[in-house]
């Protein structure tokens, strides 16, 4: 499978900066997700990031937060913008390497504390 | 709407022996897959086993297995020999046969194994 690198592993913030996530597949896949985990929450998904055009976003979470970018088949990040408090969660970037069904690979997540 | 249900928030086991724990879901799709993903405390997801709704046959992987109830939208894993380094967050999910392959996560269920 794929190795995914996601920097930073951890980051600890002030209230109102924002803070950009990488993640960097050693091969090229074919999509690529980011993902929010609360603390001791399941995962929900922020938007799948599409290569050379604009992020596809879920429900509950907007560009203006969340801008994301894809410039190739093996790169993306995940800019959190004007953070809070609330937005102390794990984020998660993940890969799907193959075609329908198969499972979808994941990054070692960033741990974000916002003071 | 999909929708992954883990009744289970926490479980615990002996060393050696074997737990089962639970997912339910609910789709009115008839083609789709099914996961059981590992968070140890180091965060990283980790894929333990995948089901495909159309084949009858349990999946199994080494001492983890599953017992797929298609009929009553049932997905429970089972540890056998259960190690210490189990103990982790187990997450059931969920993604339909078509479109982009998202997945949807159940809230988990905190597994730990005593020695």
């Known amino acids: 499978s794929a190795v995914i690198s996601q920097k930073p592993s951890r980051d600890i913030c002030q209230r109102g900066t924002s803070l950009t996530i990488q993640c960097q597949v050693d091969?090229?896949?074919?999509?690529m997700f980011w993902y929010r985990q609360q603390p001791g929450q399941s995962l929900t998904l922020i938007a799948t990031?599409?290569?050379?055009?604009?992020?596809?976003?879920e429900s509950g979470f907007v560009i203006d937060k969340f801008p994301i970018s894809r410039p190739n088949l093996t790169f993306s990040t995940l800019t959190v913008s004007n953070m809070s408090p609330e937005d102390s969660s794990i984020y998660l970037c993940?890969?799907?390497?193959?075609?329908?069904?198969?499972?979808?690979?994941f990054g070692d997540g960033t741990r974000l504390s916002i003071l | 709407a999909q929708t992954v249900t883990q009744s289970q928030p926490e479980m615990s086991v002996q060393e050696a022996e074997t737990v089962t724990l639970s997912c339910t879901y609910d789709?009115?799709?008839?083609?789709?897959?099914l996961f059981w993903y590992k968070q140890p405390p180091s965060r990283q997801m980790i894929l333990v086993i995948r089901?495909?709704?159309?084949?009858?046959q349990n999946a199994t992987e080494n001492r983890f297995s599953v017992n797929f109830q298609k009929a009553a939208k049932s997905f429970s894993l089972k540890i056998s020999d259960s190690q210490l380094g189990d103990t982790a967050m187990y997450f059931c999910?969920?993604?339909?046969?078509?479109?982009?392959?998202?997945?949807?996560f159940g809230t988990g269920t905190r597994l730990q194994v005593f020695p």
């Open positions: 091969s090229q896949v074919t999509m």
């Open positions: 993940s890969v799907l390497t193959g075609g329908l069904g198969q499972p979808q690979h």
């Open positions: 789709t009115s799709e008839n083609n789709y897959y």
């Open positions: 990031a599409n290569q050379g055009s604009e992020a596809t976003y």
């Open positions: 999910a969920f993604t339909q046969s078509y479109n982009t392959d998202k997945l949807i």
């Open positions: 089901q495909e709704a159309y084949k009858q």
